[in-house]
């Protein structure tokens, strides 16, 4: 059983910060790729920002140099510091984990968090 557990959302005011984790456990052969999405109302889930492979990271326009994606290998957790926040950051942000939790997996499971409200007032 696969569990991302997320943590650190919440309301904050526009400038300010915000930093979410997300923990991965359970049955992990290895882990392909983490990353955050987020879908705001009336919109689509979309990329925020992910590790790909070789540890490159990938980050919405919308977003750089203002989040940053990090991540505790050991400790199968991902972090998203979120600074300068606007308004328009307001989303339920998505934890998402690729990886293989079997020895007979050919390709990697798709995992998703339960996701987390982050609220940015003007």
């Known amino acids: 059983q696969v569990q991302l557990v997320e943590s650190g959302g919440g309301l904050a005011q526009a400038g300010g910060s915000l930093r979410l984790s997300c923990e991965v456990s359970?049955?992990?052969?290895?882990?392909?790729?983490m990353g955050w999405y987020r879908q705001a109302p009336g919109k689509e889930r979309e990329l925020v920002a992910t590790f790909t492979s070789g540890s490159t990271t990938n980050y919405a326009d919308s977003v750089k140099g203002r989040f940053t994606i990090s991540r505790d290998n050991a400790k199968n957790t991902v972090f998203l510091q979120m600074n300068s926040l606007k308004p328009e950051d307001t989303a339920v942000y998505y934890c998402?984990?690729?990886?293989?939790?079997?020895?007979?997996?050919?390709?990697?499971?798709?995992?998703w968090g339960q996701g987390t409200q982050v609220t940015v007032s003007s």
């Open positions: 998402n984990a690729r990886l293989y939790n079997s020895a007979y997996d050919v390709a990697p499971r798709n995992y």
């Open positions: 359970g049955s992990i052969t290895s882990i392909s790729g």
